[in-house]
């Protein structure tokens, strides 16, 4: 195991696309994260899974957002209708629910550009 | 409102001078903090948390919790600390709150 994965690395797409990305955990690790990165900022929280359950989404997370993580395994991370606003680093980390709370393994992150 | 300041967005040193990272937070109860470095080109992680109280690559921080702070220390500056790092504190007990980073620029 390598470690979290992310596909893909990086996405352009033009504005009012939809976009989808994946993300492989730590196979061990029930849980999964979701940040958003832009220049200059740190990661800001998205959403969280426990096992298959998205037990929280941030405020940040708008309807044009959906995050599923159908077999407790890989989730994705779908944009609609994808604004210029979205471009930023999406970041997927995973943690075990008895590790210490914030002790959380990053992927490399998707760079999305939108045009 | 729960939140991570890092006032400093860069601090250059030189190689075996002392670094501080500052980090002030905002939180109402028992925080749980944590220092995440992200080395160029390579994924965010772990550096330590404060629950630990441990030195990792001689780095320490030691959370006050009077002025609400957990900076971020090492005696000898080497070139390899060069990264950035991000102070960050757990959410109820799940999502992660980060600061806007420092760049740590360390020169021979």
Redesign the interface.
Known sequence: DT??SQDPRHKITKRGQNVTFRCDPISEHN?L?W?RQTL??????LT?FQNEAQ??K?RLLSDRFSAERPKGSFSTLEIQRTEQGDSAMY?CASSFDRA??????????TRLTVL | AQR?TQPE?LLSVFKGAPVELKCNYSYSGSP?L?WYVQYSRQ????LL?H??RESIKGFTADLNKGETSFHLKKPFAQEEDSAMY?C??????????????TTLSVSS
């Open positions: 470690g979290v849980r994260y940040y200059g900022q740190g990661p800001e929280f969280y037990l929280e941030s970041l210490v709370v914030g002790t959380q393994y990053f992927g490399p992150g | 991570v967005k749980e944590f994924r965010l992680q772990l948390r629950i630990s991000y960050a504190l757990v959410q109820a007990g799940t999502a992660l709150i980060f600061g806007k980073g």
